[in-house]
C-alpha cells in the first residue's frame, strides 16, 4: 500500500532465532539512519497511506523544508515552515497547488 515505505518485521539473531521488530526503511536505509529530509518524506508515505486507507486528511505542519531534496507531493494541505537568510520578520505566503490525486 506505501509507495516509498517498507518495513522490516522481524531481526534475525545470530543465534538463530528470531526477534519481532517493526522498522521503517526507505530505499532499504533505517529510519534512525535517515536524513531529516528522508524522514518528512517516509512520514508523508506514512500519513497518505494511512489517509487513504481510513478515507481521511488532515493539515500536516512540516518544520524545516529547506532541507527537503526529495519532492513533495501530499494528498493533505501542506503548511511549510521555512529558515530563509537575511529574513527576520514573520512572512506568510499563499501558494495554491494542484491537488494530488
Avoid: W
Avoid at 538463530?16 to 533505517?30: A, H, K, M, Q, R
Avoid at 528522508?38 to 497518505?48: A, G, P, R
Avoid at 478515507?55 to 527537503?68: G, K, Q, V
Wanted: net charge negative; charged share 20%; aromatic share 10%.
Amino acid at each position: 500500500m506505501f509507495k516509498a515505505v517498507t518495513f522490516k518485521m522481524f531481526n534475525v539473531l545470530l543465534n538463530g532465532s528470531i526477534e519481532d521488530c517493526c522498522e521503517t526503511l526507505l530505499n532499504g536505509v533505517p529510519y534512525g539512519d535517515m536524513s531529516f529530509g528522508q524522514k518528512i518524506f517516509t512520514s508523508l508515505d506514512i500519513v497518505d497511506t494511512l489517509g487513504s486507507y481510513y478515507e481521511s486528511t488532515c493539515p500536516l505542519f512540516i518544520d524545516h523544508i529547506e532541507s527537503m531534496t526529495y519532492p513533495i507531493q501530499s494528498s493533505s494541505q501542506l503548511i511549510t515552515l521555512r529558515a530563509v537568510d537575511g529574513v527576520k520578520k514573520l512572512q506568510v505566503k499563499v501558494e495554491k497547488e494542484k491537488a494530488v490525486a
